[in-house]
Each structure stands twice: as structure tokens, then as C-alpha cells.
């Protein structure tokens, strides 16, 4: 085991300085190793006497200390002993203050100081508190005439403001109107003249339908078909008279008023005529569209009447076959000329094929009185005769005293034509002698020789062609002689000069 060292002797002790740990510095106050001097404080304002002084941290003791003293600290400032130092003793320094008087405490509280009289203070703070009212009462009462001049003058702005975009919006509404009142209108007066088109239209369809229906009279036209175009003329008669004249339509004023409410008054008049002439504007269109339909309704019935036609064309030559080939034929081309598509000249063209059927029913009806009566009783001989070597032409024959020149004084004559067009069709007229002198060598071979002429129409080719060359009386001489009659004074030849064997051979093939 070591030992330490003996510790250093402590350093020669100086005197202290006066203040710093030595003897007091200021009488009354303790000795301490650090202590600094310390001046006289008074009390400050509103400090109570005793008190600690401003920005002076009491101790955490009790203040003013209690037995009149307070341990002081030993050694270093920071608490450290210092070895080998005197431990300096004795009492705390006396604080500062108001020097003590014989008798008293040195913490005694000074003595309150004489207080001074405030009352005129008072006064001129109130006098001032009055002046300060009085001059912010103007203020304020300038403040408030001033802002309520802005006010007003504010409202002013905004009523004037608002006033000029009513009046604006006035006016915008009225121009909105016109303009509608203006398209309105122009659109009556468009429709207004589509409707007078279609009136005059309507009109002229009506006429053309009495005309047609008088044109067909019933027999010739079917009941159903006629039944109905005269109820569809019938309903476009009542529209068209239905129409009323033609209204003025109201204009707008002639310039735009000038205040807002006068503008407002005339945007609702316009308004009102807008409303109304739109009303008026479906209502014409309507009446328009049901008069267009009914003048549509009416075509279609009077097409429907006239498509009938060809059927009862076809139906008369089917059922009237005595008739005449002529009228017959007559009928057919009348109803080729009807047009199916209704127009201006289909009256025209129906009464042309209704007079042809009713001929053909005349004629029915002349045919079977001849049959039943016979002039002559060898005339339907005589025609059945010319019929077998016909070739199927139809062969229709008429009867005179005087044919041609002949058929008097012991002559007999006869004359025949003929038609390519429809079925081709022939007419042999006769003298009545040749049902006299029935069945006469030269009369028979007359008859036949009329028969070479009617055939023409089934050989028109072979008639036009050499060595004919379209010769109408050298067509029927050779014709009759290839046939086997060959009588000079019938047949042809003696009239007009013997057709040569080529003529004659070549009319042979026409059967």
C-alpha cells in the first residue's frame, strides 16, 4: 500500500481588497468573499415599501427575511469550498433601502407621501372626453350625410342601370316578336297561295269527275267502280266549298315605341297575333293536307273506273258475237285510246268507248232481227257460204238493191273491204238479186271472188308482194280461179284481164 503524498501548504493569505471579502464595504453590511457594493434604491412607483425592487428576483425564502437576516453562501461563487480558506461567518448584507431612523426596523415602510389634489384634473379630462365627443359626433355626422349621398347616388346608378337593360330587354323581346309575326305571316301567305292552287286544282277535278261520270253510263261502266268516284267527287265538292274567302293578316306598328311599358303593351299584341296566326297557319295546313287527300282519293277512283275498260271490252266481243265484226272492232279501238291515268281527256276518251259499246249492242240486237227475219231466205245462206272460205277472217255483209253500179236490170254486183288492223276484219256488201239468183254459177263465183278480196287482211304479205304488187282486183280474180271458179263473168276475169298461171298459183297458198 502506497501513501499519497502530503498535500501542498495552502498559499500566503493577501488582505482582501475593501469590498471584496474583506472588512465591510458599507457600514451596516456583512463581510462576504464576493459580495459587490450595492447603492441606496428608493422605492419605485407603485412599489410598496419593503418590497423587493424592480427586476430584483426574491430569494425563495420569505421576504423581507424573517429574524432579519439570511444565510450567505461559503467559498466559491459557484459553491465549491476552497480549501485551506477561511470560512467567513456573520450575517447577511442589510438591504438596500431608505436609511433607517433611530427606533425603526431597517424594513420599516417609508412614510406615504403627501397626496395632491385631482379634482381639476378630472374636470379637464372630462372637458376633454366632451371636446372629443362633440368632434366626432360632427365627424360622424358628416361621415354619415356624405355616405348617404354615395347611397343614393348608388341607387340612382342602379336603378338607371337597371332601368336601360328592361328597356333593352324590352325592345329585344319586341324585335323577337316582329320578327316572328313577320315569318309567321310569310308563311300564311306561301301556304295562302298553295291553298288558292289547290282550290283551283280541287275545283277543276270536280268538274272533270261529273264529266267522267256522265261519260259512263251504267251498263258500260261497273256499278262498284262508278258508285265510287261519285261519293270521292261528292267529298271534294263539300271541302272545297267549305273554304272560306282569304283574311288580311294584322301588321305590327309602323315604328317601336319608345318607353318600356309601351314596348311591353305591343310585344304582348304581337304575341297575341303570333299565337293566333300560328293557330290559323296549322289549322290551313291541316284543311290543306285533308283537301290534297280527298283530291288523291278522287284520282284513285276515277283510275279505278277507268282500268275497267279493257275488261269490258273483252266482255262485249265475248258476249255479243252476232254483232257486227265492224262495231265490234270499232269498240276495241275506242277502248285502246282510254288511258288508264286519269286526265283532262279521259271523259273524252270514255264517251268515245261507251258510244262503241253501245253500238255493238245495236248492232247484237239488228243482227239477231235479220237472222230471225231474213230478207231474202238464201241471204244467211249466201253468207255462211262466203264464212266457210273465209280462212277464219271475220266477214260481216250488208245488202243493197245497187252495188257498185250493179243489180238492176239483170246485173248483180258486190263490193267488199278490208281491215288488217285489231283481227282483221271484212265487209262483203251484196246486191239483193244475188239471193234472187242463188245458186247461179256466175253468181256464186261473184261471191267468191268478194271473199278473195276479204282474205286479203290474212294475206296482206303475199298480196303486197309480186307478182301482186299489192293489185287488189288481180289478188281476188286469181284467187277466186285457184279456188275453182272460174266463171269469166264472176270470177273477175272478164273485168279485169285473165291473171296469168303464176298469179294464180301464188294465190292459191292465201287459205
Not at 364 to 387: S, Y
Request: charge should be negative; aromatic fraction near 6%.
Amino acid at each position: 500500500m502506497s501513501a499519497s503524498p502530503p498535500p501542498p501548504p495552502p498559499p500566503p493569505s493577501t488582505p482582501d481588497e475593501p469590498g471584496r471579502g474583506g472588512g465591510p464595504a458599507v457600514p451596516g453590511q456583512q463581510p462576504g468573499p464576493w459580495a459587490a457594493p450595492r447603492q441606496p434604491v428608493q422605492p419605485g412607483y407603485g412599489q410598496a415599501p419593503g418590497s423587493a425592487p424592480a427586476g430584483w428576483s426574491p430569494s425563495p425564502s420569505t421576504y423581507p427575511p424573517q429574524g432579519g437576516y439570511q444565510p450567505q453562501p461559503t467559498g466559491y461563487p459557484h459553491g465549491g469550498g476552497r480549501p485551506g480558506a477561511p470560512q467567513p461567518s456573520g450575517y447577511a448584507a442589510q438591504q438596500p433601502g431608505q436609511p433607517s431612523r433611530p427606533g425603526r426596523s431597517p424594513w420599516a415602510a417609508p412614510a406615504p407621501a403627501p397626496r395632491r389634489p385631482r379634482r381639476s384634473r378630472r374636470w379637464a379630462v372630462a372637458l376633454g372626453v366632451l371636446l372629443v365627443l362633440a368632434l366626432g359626433g360632427g365627424t360622424t355626422a358628416v361621415l354619415v350625410d356624405r355616405a348617404d349621398d354615395q347611397r343614393a347616388a348608388q341607387e340612382l346608378t342602379d336603378r338607371l342601370a337597371r332601368e336601360a337593360q328592361e328597356l333593352a330587354d324590352a325592345e329585344t323581346a319586341y324585335d323577337d316578336a316582329v320578327e316572328d309575326l313577320d315569318s309567321v305571316v310569310d308563311s300564311l301567305t306561301t301556304l295562302a297561295t298553295d291553298v288558292d292552287l289547290a282550290l283551283t286544282d280541287a275545283t277543276s277535278d270536280v268538274d272533270d269527275a261529273t264529266l267522267l261520270l256522265d261519260a259512263a253510263p251504267v251498263g258500260v261502266v261497273p256499278e262498284a267502280e262508278r258508285t265510287a268516284l261519285d261519293t270521292a267527287r261528292t267529298d271534294l265538292s263539300t271541302a272545297v266549298d267549305s273554304w272560306g274567302p282569304s283574311q288580311e293578316a294584322p301588321e305590327p306598328p309602323d315604328a317601336r315605341p319608345t318607353t318600356t311599358d309601351e314596348i311591353v303593351e305591343a310585344t304582348e299584341q304581337v304575341e297575341t297575333d303570333v299565337e293566333t296566326l300560328t293557330t290559323t297557319l296549322e289549322d290551313t295546313q291541316t284543311g290543306l293536307d285533308t283537301l290534297t287527300t280527298q283530291q288523291d282519293t278522287l284520282a284513285d277512283a276515277a283510275d279505278a273506273l277507268l282500268a275497267t275498260v279493257p275488261a269490258t271490252s273483252q266482255s262485249y266481243v265475248d258476249t255479243y258475237t252476232v254483232a257486227t265484226n265492224a262495231s265490234r272492232s270499232e269498240m276495241q279501238v275506242a277502248a285502246a285510246g282510254v288511258s288508264s291515268s286519269w286526265s283532262a281527256d279521259s271523259s273524252t276518251q270514255l264517251a268515245t268507248f261507251a258510244a262503241a259499246a253501245n253500238a255493238v249492242v245495236t248492232s247484237q240486237t239488228d243482227q239477231e232481227w235479220l237472222l230471225a227475219n231474213p230478207v231474202h231466205p238464201n241471204r244467211p245462206v249466201i253468207e255462211a257460204f262466203a264464212r266457210s272460205l273465209a280462212g277464219g277472217v271475220p266477214v260481216d255483209f250488208a245488202w243493197a238493191p245497187e252495188v257498185n253500179g250493179y243489180g238492176l236490170d239483170g246485173s248483180s254486183g258486190g263490193y267488199a273491204t278490208w281491215n288488217t288492223a285489231q283481227y282483221g276484219y271484212s265487209t262483203i256488201t251484196l246486191s239483193d238479186n244475188v239471193a234472187e239468183r242463188w245458186p247461179e254459177e256466175g253468181v256464186q263465183a261473184l261471191v267468191v271472188h268478194e271473199t278473195g278480196h276479204a282474205i286479203t287482211s290474212k294475206c296482206n304479205d303475199l298480196y303486197a308482194a309480186p307478182p301482186f304488187s299489192s293489185d287488189d282486183e288481180m289478188f281476188a280474180t286469181s284467187w277466186a280461179i285457184s279456188m275453182g271458179y272460174d266463171d269469166g263473168n264472176g270470177s273477175g276475169e272478164w273485168a279485169y284481164g285473165r291473171p296469168s298461171d303464176e298469179q294464180i298459183a301464188a294465190a292459191g297458198a292465201c287459205r
